[in-house]
Every structure is written in C-alpha cells, then in structure tokens.
C-alpha cells in the first residue's frame, strides 16, 4: 500500500538518539524531501511542488494534558509558533510549562489546495469518498487532517464523526493505537453511562465507577509504524498514542458500504436527543424542530442535511447512470455508479419513511425526496434489466 502514497515529507533522524522518546526520526530536525530533497526554512513548511505553506498559517492545536468533557481544550495558533513550542519541548526532555500541545484536525488540503496534490496522492483503495465528494461540490469544507505532535501526544477514547471509515498514514514517528470492535464500548460505560476519556486509566479497574468494566475486552493495540497505513473500520471506538514525534495524514470518508452505519447512527442520535428533553416534549412548541437543531449541533449533522448530503451524492451518480445509457455501454465508474445508487436508494427509501422526517418540510427541496427516490429507483432498476 505504501508504494501508492507518495509522503512529501521524511525527516531525518537526528544523530546519536536511539530509542527512548522521540526516537527514530526527529520530525522537526533538518526536514528533507525525500523525492526533491528539499530542506525547509525555518518554521514554514515547503513541498516538492510550487506550494509553501508559509509559518504564519493558523493551526488548532489540542492540550492533551486538560481534560474537556471527552476532550481537550483547543487554541489556534500560527505554525510558526507551534513548531518553535514543540522544538522547545524536545529541548525541554519532552516537557513544557505549556504542557504537551498537539496540532491535530489540520485542513492543510482545504488551507491549500494546490498544496494537496504536492503532499500526497490519494490511494485507490480509499477514492470511494462521499463525506470530502459532498464538501468539494459545496466548496466549504473538508474531512482531510494533517496531525502533527511529539512523542506523548495523544487523542482520548473515541469513534470517527458519522460512524465514518478512517485511514491514518504517519509521515514520520510511530502511533500506538487502542481499537474496540463495535458494541465493546457499552462494557467501558461507567455508572452514569458515559464512556471514558482514557482507556489506560486505572479507575477503569474501580468497579464501583465502572460496573461492567471486567467483562470489557482488551483492546486490539496496533503500533503504525513510519510509512504506514491503518484503516479504522465503521464503528470501532479508539485511542491514539504518538510513541515518537510523528506527523500524519488522517481522513474521514463514507461511501456506499458504511452508509447504513451512518443512517443507523443518525438515528440514534434523534433518539438520544429526544430521549434528554422529552419533559418538554408537550409544552414546547415545534418539539420536533428543536431537537433536529440540537442533533446538529452535537452531531454536525440532522435529517435535512443528511438528505442534501445524500441528494448531492445521487445527483452525480444518476448522470453518471444516463450519460453510460446514453453511450449505450459501461463506462469508466458505471459499476461504482450502479452500486453506489442501489445503497443510497435503500437508505433514502428509510429516510422519507422516518416520521421525524415526514415533519420536515420538504415541498422547498428540490428535488423533493420521493421524487429523487423514484428517479433512483428507475436507474437501478434499468442497471439490472437484461
Ligand atoms: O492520530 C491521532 O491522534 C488520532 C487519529 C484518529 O483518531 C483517526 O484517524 O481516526
Ligand atoms: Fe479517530
């Protein structure tokens, strides 16, 4: 798999450190291009192509020492100023008064365009991508990150936004990953039912705190090395740890294989949010409506957005279908077209017979989702006759 990703980026191992923290390669020592040989000035960063991504770009950056709900506190900074802190924290013996800070959810692609076809090239395998399809089409946003910390860094117990696929290639350092298949997580509630921020914590082994916690599984513990690539299924609840300095690439996707999976997750969410604020349920008018704005607001996403997400994807598939109808013959993509519609008819099919769905108003959709269903439905339909 390697040989299908091309990494901008390999840095050289400073002489004499073996072993230890940070060990390996030193990510901010002398960066090299490996394919141009490039060294990069000071606090910038330069690719192999025209792009340079210049140290005053703004960042987020985590504190993995603060604990935020199931999180950590996040700031911005420039790059510039991250790479000085995070040499200072190598020159420190991997502390810092500012504690371990860790750039993590960078859109580097979105930042800069030009800049991700100089980084990488994506690898077949994982091009089926709807989540950054639907945000290339709106031109708004994006499921592509650049994470870049030193060795401790680290990102708490979680599952990918959506139910998504992730795939994660470190650039240079190691990650220790903690993987839980789907439905492990329910044994790591704790008594009020809430998952942990930290898998490692002892209090885990409290019984009083965590009931079910013996029956939980360990977890499957993988360690990425430089140059490699994990993919993190639908569903699978996590862990990171960076073991080295290490910089990687981390995407995000859906498509027509885990869409069930999202769907599935989406309702969930409804149920959860209805389930909080049930007590008003008869006293608040326009219930419904208020619990599809606070689903978007825990989850980033709610019915109306799900069915433009899905519209957009289609929409796209639906030409594909007519223009290969219309050439009489299977062109290039017709395959993943056919299939990627049949999936987004049966969940589409699930969506408009939701009730909570039925409340939406959707006579200013367009089009109007029965219709969009119908037109999907006739194009599997002729994708199957003899
Ligand atoms: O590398 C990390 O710190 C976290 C990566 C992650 O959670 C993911 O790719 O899903
Ligand atoms: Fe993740």
């Given at each position: 798999m390697s040989?299908?990703?091309?990494?901008?980026?390999?840095?050289?191992?400073?002489?004499?450190?073996?072993?230890?923290?940070?060990?390996?390669?030193?990510?901010?020592?002398?960066?090299?291009?490996?394919?141009?040989?490039?060294?990069?000035?000071?606090g910038s960063w330069r690719g192999p192509g025209p792009t340079f991504i210049p140290g005053d770009v703004v960042?987020?950056?985590?504190?993995?020492?603060?604990?935020?709900?199931?999180?950590?506190?996040?700031?911005?900074?420039?790059?510039?100023?991250?790479?000085?802190?995070?040499?200072?924290?190598?020159?420190g013996g991997y502390s810092s008064p500012r504690g371990c800070l860790y750039l993590k959810d960078w859109h580097l692609c979105r930042d800069f365009p030009a800049a991700a076809e100089d980084v990488f090239t994506l690898p077949v395998y994982f091009s089926s991508d709807w989540l950054n399809e639907f945000w290339d089409a709106l031109a708004v946003d994006d499921y592509r990150f650049v994470y870049a910390g030193p060795a401790g860094s680290w990102?708490?117990?979680?599952?990918?936004?959506?139910?998504?696929?992730?795939?994660?290639?470190?650039?240079?350092?190691?990650?220790?990953?903690?993987?839980?298949?789907?439905?492990?997580?329910?044994?790591?509630?704790?008594?009020?039912g809430s998952l942990p921020y930290d898998v490692t914590s002892p209090a885990l082994c409290d019984t009083h705190l965590y009931p079910r916690g013996?029956?939980?599984?360990p977890p499957l513990e993988v360690t990425q090395e430089a140059g490699e690539m994990l993919f993190v299924p639908s569903g699978w609840h996590h862990q990171v740890h960076n073991l080295d300095d290490t910089i990687s690439i981390n995407h995000n996707w859906v498509n027509g294989f885990n869409l069930a999976n999202m769907w599935r997750f989406l309702q969930q969410e409804l149920r959860a949010v209805q389930e909080e604020i049930s007590e008003w349920r008869d006293s608040m008018p326009d219930w419904h409506h208020h619990c599809q704005v606070i689903m978007r607001s825990c989850s980033g996403i709610n019915f109306t957005e799900f069915y433009h997400f899905l519209?957009?994807?289609?929409?796209?598939?639906?030409?594909?279908?007519?223009?290969?109808?219309?050439?009489?013959?299977?062109?290039?993509?017709?395959?993943?077209?056919?299939?990627?519609?049949?999936?987004?008819?049966?969940?589409?099919?699930?969506?408009?017979?939701?009730?909570?769905?039925?409340?939406?108003?959707?006579?200013?959709?367009?089009?109007?989702?029965?219709?969009?269903?119908?037109?999907?439905?006739?194009?599997?339909?002729?994708?199957?006759?003899?």
């Open positions: 040989s299908d990703f091309s990494p901008a980026y390999v840095y050289q191992a400073p002489k004499g450190r073996r072993g230890g923290r940070g060990a390996g390669r030193g990510a901010l020592e002398s960066p090299l291009c490996r394919r141009c040989g490039v060294r990069t000035g000071p960042v987020p950056v985590a504190n993995c020492g603060v604990q935020e709900y199931n999180s950590n506190p996040k700031e911005h900074m420039p790059l510039r100023d991250y790479i000085t802190y995070w040499k200072e924290y190598i020159r990102s708490p117990f979680h599952a990918d936004i959506f139910r998504s696929f992730s795939w994660s290639v470190n650039i240079c350092g190691r990650k220790k990953w903690l993987l839980f298949p789907p439905g492990q997580e329910e044994s790591l509630r704790d008594r009020h013996r029956l939980a599984c519209k957009i994807i289609a929409e796209k598939r639906l030409l594909v279908l007519g223009e290969a109808a219309a050439r009489d013959g299977a062109g290039l993509g017709f395959e993943q077209a056919a299939f990627d519609a049949g999936r987004i008819t049966d969940v589409l099919a699930s969506l408009v017979a939701h009730p909570d769905f039925q409340r939406v108003d959707t006579s200013v959709f367009s089009p109007r989702p029965e219709e969009l269903l119908q037109r999907l439905r006739k194009a599997v339909a002729a994708t199957s006759a003899p």
